[in-house]
C-alpha cells in the first residue's frame, strides 16, 4: 500500500486529496459482477485474486471473464488480432483463484464483495488486514448495515458497479457517515483507474440508479402481470419510446430475478406474486434459461 496526492477528485472541493493506491484487489464472489469487477480490474494492471465457494465455480468465473474479454478484444484490437490474444493471456494472469476468503485478502489493498445479495452473510464474511479498504457492491443493502459487523467502519464504503461490469461506465461510491474522507477518495481513484466515471452518493436505499430504475422495473412488471400488454410490446415500447437499451423485462432476466426480489418486503420496490413465482420456480432470468424470456 502507499499514499498519494492526486488532483480533484470528482465530488470533492478540495484541490488535494490523501488516497489509497490500490495494486492488489480481492474479489469475493465470482458471479455474474464479481467476474466483471475481476476482469476491469486486472485490465488495468491490478493484481486480482476472486474468491468463490468451489473450484468450480471458480473455473466457470475465468470462462466468463476469457469470454468477456474475448469480445472487447475484437473490437479493441480488430487490426491486430495477435496482440488481443496477448492482451487477454495477460490480462487473465493478473488473476488469481482461491477458495480462502481469510489467506486471500491478507496482502490486498481493497477487498470488493460481491456475493449474495444477503445481509447477514454478507456481514459474516471474515475479517480483515487492518489497512485494506473494504466495498461491498450491494445492490440494495444498507452499507452501514453491513459494515456494523466490523470495527473498521471509517475503511467500509460502497462500491457499486453495474452489470456488464466491462460494459457500463457508471460506478456508484456511497459514504457512510463513518466512512473516512481518505477511504472515499481512495475509491472514487480505483473507479477512475478503472476508467469508470465514479458519482457519489449517501448511503441511501437503492442509491440512485436503483431507486429509480428498480420502481420502473417494478412497473413494467406488474403491466405485464395485469395483462394490460405484451411482454415484447412493453420491451419495445421502453426501448423505442425512452431509448433503453433493453426493455426492462429483458433487464430484469439479465440482472437476474432473485437480484430483483431480493427485498421483496420494501414498499419502494413492492415485489409482485409473478415475481415470486418466477422466483421460487427457479427461473431466475438469462443465468438459468429462463426468466420472463427463454435464453
Ligand atoms: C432490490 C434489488 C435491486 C435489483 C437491481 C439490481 C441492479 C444492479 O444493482 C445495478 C445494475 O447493474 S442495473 C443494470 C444496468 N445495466 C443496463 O442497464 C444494461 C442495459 N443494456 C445495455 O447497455 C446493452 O444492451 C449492452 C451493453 C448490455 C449490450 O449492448 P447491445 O448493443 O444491446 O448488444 P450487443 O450488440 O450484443 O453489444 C454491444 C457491444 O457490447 C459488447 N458487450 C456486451 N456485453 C459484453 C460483456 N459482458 N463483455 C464484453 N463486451 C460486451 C458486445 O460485444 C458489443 O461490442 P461491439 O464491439 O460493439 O460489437
Ligand atoms: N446482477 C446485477 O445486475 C448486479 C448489479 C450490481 C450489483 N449487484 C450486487 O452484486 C452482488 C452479486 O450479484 P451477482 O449478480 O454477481 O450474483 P451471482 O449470484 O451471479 O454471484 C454471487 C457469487 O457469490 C458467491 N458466494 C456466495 N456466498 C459466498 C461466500 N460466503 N464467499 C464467497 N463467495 C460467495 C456465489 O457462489 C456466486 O458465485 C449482490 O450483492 C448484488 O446485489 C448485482
Do not use: W
Not at 445481509?119 to 488486514?129: G, N, R, V, W
Not at 440494495?140 to 461490469?165: C, E, K, M, W, Y
Not at 428498480?214 to 425512452?242: F, N, Q
Not at 437476474?256 to 418486503?265: C, E, K, R, T, V
Amino acid at each position: 500500500m502507499a499514499f498519494a496526492t492526486s488532483q480533484v477528485v470528482r465530488g470533492f472541493s478540495s484541490s488535494a486529496v490523501r488516497n489509497v493506491v490500490i495494486k492488489n484487489v480481492t474479489i469475493i464472489g465470482g458471479g455474474q459482477m464479481g467476474a466483471g469487477i475481476a476482469q476491469v480490474a486486472a485490465s488495468t494492471g491490478h493484481s486480482v485474486t476472486l474468491v468463490d465457494t468451489s473450484d468450480d465455480i471458480l473455473k466457470k468465473s475465468i470462462k466468463t471473464i476469457e469470454g468477456s474479454l474475448k469480445r472487447v478484444v475484437k473490437k479493441k484490437f480488430a487490426d491486430k488480432p495477435e496482440a488481443g490474444e496477448e492482451f487477454i493471456k495477460k490480462v487473465v494472469q493478473n488473476v488469481s483463484t482461491s477458495t480462502d476468503v481469510e489467506s486471500a485478502v491478507q496482502s490486498s489493498d481493497l477487498v470488493v464483495e460481491a456475493i449474495v445479495e444477503n445481509l447477514k452473510i454478507k456481514q459474516d464474511l471474515f475479517t480483515l488486514p487492518q489497512h485494506t479498504i473494504f466495498a461491498s457492491n450491494t445492490s440494495s443493502l444498507s452499507i452501514s448495515d453491513i459494515a456494523s459487523s466490523t470495527s473498521r467502519q471509517d475503511r467500509f464504503g460502497g462500491l457499486h458497479f453495474f452489470n456488464p461490469v466491462p460494459m457500463m461506465k457508471l460506478v456508484e461510491v456511497i459514504g457512510t457517515p463513518a466512512t473516512s474522507q481518505e477511504t472515499l477518495d481512495s475509491l472514487l481513484n480505483f473507479s477512475k483507474v478503472l476508467r469508470k466515471t465514479p458519482v457519489s452518493c449517501k448511503d441511501t436505499f437503492g442509491f440512485v440508479v436503483n431507486r429509480l430504475l428498480v420502481p420502473c422495473i417494478m412497473e413494467a412488471i406488474r403491466l405485464y402481470e395485469r395483462g394490460d400488454a405484451s411482454k415484447e410490446d412493453i420491451d419495445i415500447a421502453m426501448k423505442l419510446g425512452a431509448g433503453h437499451p433493453m426493455g426492462p423485462l429483458e433487464l430484469a432476466d439479465y440482472i437476474g430475478l432473485d437480484i430483483i426480489n431480493s427485498d421483496p418486503n420494501n414498499p419502494l420496490f413492492n415485489s409482485s406474486d409473478l415475481l415470486n413465482k418466477l422466483v421460487a420456480e427457479g427461473k431466475l432470468g438469462r443465468k438459468t434459461g429462463e426468466g420472463f424470456f427463454k435464453y
